[in-house]
């Protein structure tokens, strides 16, 4: 993951982080997640969090899914306060 993530600031530092999205876990949101684009992605935290360009700082385990262009890099199951529930977007 970390690799992947590293990747991601490396391409919206050259331009291209708009071919990514990123998928997280969000307890404000009614859905319980939601989507940034990878150009909104800054660099990380001195504590492993992802530093976005509003200033907002997501910790990277809240990070559950990646896409790049559609395709997906990373997925992970998230498991909610109920057993089989999940934060993803249907």
Known sequence: MWNLVRRIVWEARQGRGDEYTLYIVD??????????PGNMVAGFTGTGG???????VIPLHRVYRVERKGAVLFDRELRGEGEGQSYRQE
Request: positive net charge; without cysteine; proline residues 6%.
């Open 27 to 36: 307890r404000v949101s009614p859905t319980g997640s939601r989507s940034v």
């Open 50 to 56: 992802l530093m976005l360009r509003d200033g907002s």
